[in-house]
C-alpha cells in the first residue's frame, strides 16, 4: 500500500516541532493534498494542535503503549489517501528509556519505513549546528534523516553561516525558520494549552501555520515524502451493532481522550454520548461512564460549583454504573482538589482529598491487575502512562486497588486504580489498541443495561 509519509523530529524538545508540523500540514494541504496527522508518543495536547489545521483527528502511535504490530497497522488503517505527517516526541532517539531507541521517534520511523526531516534549534549556535546535525545522522545506522529544517535563525549572516557548516552533509535544507517571539506556543505544567481550552489558540497556530510555512520548502518535502516504500495493507476492522450507551465527559476540564480508544467503545457496540461536567446539568441516558484526563484544577470553581452535575455522577456510581475515569476523571470523583490556598469540592465517590504538587509524575506504567474490574481480570499485565502534577492524600487503609505496578508510581505505594462499586479511576492512562479494554467495558455496560 503506497502512502505518502513524512515524520518530523527534533534534536530536542522544545526546537519548535510542533508549530513546524503544523506549518507542513498547512502548506501540503494548501499544495492539494488531504492530510492525515499522527504523533508519536503517549501525548494529548500537541495532538490537538495538528488536529485544528489537519481538520482530521490526529492519532498516536506508541509502541510501548500498543505495541508495535498494532503502531503500524493503525498506521496503515486510518489512512484513506491522505498524505500522512507524523510530529516525533522529545529528542529523535529518546524512547522508553535511555539505554534504548524504544518508542522513539527513531523506533518509528524504521517501524513505518518514513523519511526524517530533523528540525534543529539554532538560536544559540553557529557552525556548530554541523556538528550536531552529523552525530545525529550517524548515532543510529538507518537514520532516515532526509533534511535539516533550522529553526530560530537570527539574521542573514547567520543563515548563511549555517548553511555553509552544513554542506559537507550533503542534506538539504527545507526550511530557515527565523527567531521570532510570535512563533512562541503557550505552555503550562503538562506542556502546550489542550487548544479545546481557548479558541484563540485554534486561530493562532492555524495563523502561525501559514506564516512559517512561508520559510519552507514545502514542495521538496511533499518529493520526499512520496519517495517512500510500499507498506502492506491489513485487514479492516469489523463493528457490531450497538447495544448499549456510554456517555463521555468531553469539556475544558476534561478532553484527554485517545480517538481509537473511543472508536474501539463504538466498534464492540457502544453508542457514544458527550457531556459537559461543567455546564451541564443532566448526564444523557447511558449504560456507563467514561470521565478521561485532563485539567480539572483550573477550572475547579466552576466544576466545585456544579453541584448537580456532582449529585448525579454520585447517583449513578452507588447504583453500580460502571465507571471508567483516568487521572483527571479520578481527581474528580475525589472529595476535593486542593491548589495553592484554594480547596475545590469535587463529587466525593472516594473518601480522599486531592492535592497540587510542584513535582511532575512523568512514567511509562506497567502493571499487574490484582483485581477484578470493568476492565480486565485479575492476573493480567498492563502497560499505560501516566504524567500528573497532582496526589491523593489521606487515602483510606481500606481502599481496594485494581493494579500493582512494576513500573511506575500509580496512587500510592505503587498501587494504581482505585475501585468502589463498579468504578475503576486510575492515574494510569490506558491505550485501548491491543487489549480487551474496551470489549470488556462495553460488556459490563451491556449486562448493566439488561438489569
Keep these: ?180 517571539l510570535k512563533f512562541n506556543l503557550e505552555s503550562r505544567h503538562l506542556g ?25 520548502d514545502i514542495n521538496k518535502i511533499i518529493r520526499i515524502g512520496l519517495n517512500t516504500s510500499q507498506l502492506s495493507r491489513v485487514s479492516s476492522q469489523r463493528s457490531i451493532k450497538q447495544k448499549t450507551t456510554i456517555a463521555v ?46 485539567f480539572p484544577e483550573i477550572l475547579g470553581g466552576q466544576l466545585a460549583r456544579n453541584k448537580v452535575m456532582k449529585k448525579n455522577i454520585l447517583k449513578l456510581a452507588e447504583k453500580s454504573i460502571p465507571i471508567y475515569a483516568e487521572c483527571g476523571g479520578l481527581m474528580y470523583l475525589t472529595k476535593s482538589i486542593g491548589q495553592d490556598s484554594k480547596k475545590f469540592k469535587m463529587v466525593g465517590l472516594f473518601d480522599v482529598e486531592t492535592k497540587m504538587k510542584k513535582m511532575l509524575t512523568l512514567n511509562y506504567t506497567r502493571a499487574q491487575t490484582t483485581n477484578d474490574s470493568i476492565i480486565s481480570r485479575k492476573g493480567k499485565t498492563i502497560q499505560g502512562h501516566e504524567f500528573h502534577y497532582s496526589e491523593l492524600d489521606c487515602l483510606s487503609k481500606d481502599s481496594k486497588f485494581a493494579y500493582k505496578l512494576s513500573l511506575g508510581r500509580g496512587i500510592k505505594d505503587n498501587k494504581d486504580g482505585l475501585i468502589e462499586y463498579n468504578v475503576l479511576a486510575s492515574y494510569m492512562h490506558l491505550h485501548f489498541a491491543r487489549s480487551t479494554f474496551a470489549e470488556q467495558l462495553v460488556q459490563k455496560c451491556i449486562r448493566n443495561s439488561r438489569k
Design 1 to 180: 500500500m503506497k502512502i505518502p509519509r513524512i515524520i518530523i523530529a527534533g534534536i530536542t524538545s522544545g526546537v519548535g516541532k510542533t508549530s513546524i508540523t503544523a506549518a507542513i500540514i498547512h502548506g501540503i494541504r494548501k499544495a492539494g493534498h488531504s492530510v492525515q496527522p499522527f504523533k508519536v508518543g503517549p501525548d494529548y495536547i500537541d495532538p490537538s494542535y495538528l488536529s485544528a489545521v489537519a481538520t482530521k483527528e490526529t492519532r498516536n502511535l506508541d509502541p510501548w503503549l500498543m505495541g508495535e504490530k498494532e503502531v503500524l497497522s493503525s498506521f496503515v488503517r486510518n489512512n484513506t489517501s491522505c498524505f500522512s505527517v507524523i510530529e516525533g516526541v522529545m529528542g529523535f532517539y529518546d524512547g522508553f528509556s535511555g539505554k534504548s531507541n524504544f518508542s522513539s521517534t527513531f523506533h518509528i520511523a524504521n517501524l513505518l519505513k518514513t523519511p526524517v526531516l530533523l528540525v534543529m534549534d539554532a538560536g544559540k549556535s553557529a557552525r556548530s549546528i554541523a556538528a550536531t546535525a552529523l552525530g545525529f545522522t550517524k548515532f543510529q545506522k538507518n537514520s532516515r534523516i532526509a533534511g535539516i529544517i533550522l529553526n530560530k535563525i537570527g539574521s542573514k549572516k547567520h543563515e548563511e553561516i549555517c548553511k555553509d557548516a552544513l554542506k559537507a552533509l550533503k542534506l538539504p535544507i527545507i526550511g530557515t525558520v527565523p527567531y521570532d
Design 192 to 216: 502546550l494549552i489542550p487548544i479545546e481550552e481557548q479558541k484563540v489558540l485554534q486561530l493562532k497556530i492555524k495563523k502561525l501555520a501559514r506564516i512559517i510555512a512561508e520559510f519552507l
Design 249 to 294: 465527559a468531553l469539556d475544558n476540564s476534561f478532553n484527554f481522550y485517545y480517538p481509537d480508544n473511543l472508536n474501539a467503545l463504538r466498534r464492540y457496540g457502544a453508542k457514544i454520548k458527550f457531556f459537559s461536567p461543567l455546564s451541564d446539568s443532566k448526564i444523557p441516558l447511558c449504560d456507563g461512564l467514561y470521565l478521561g484526563g485532563g
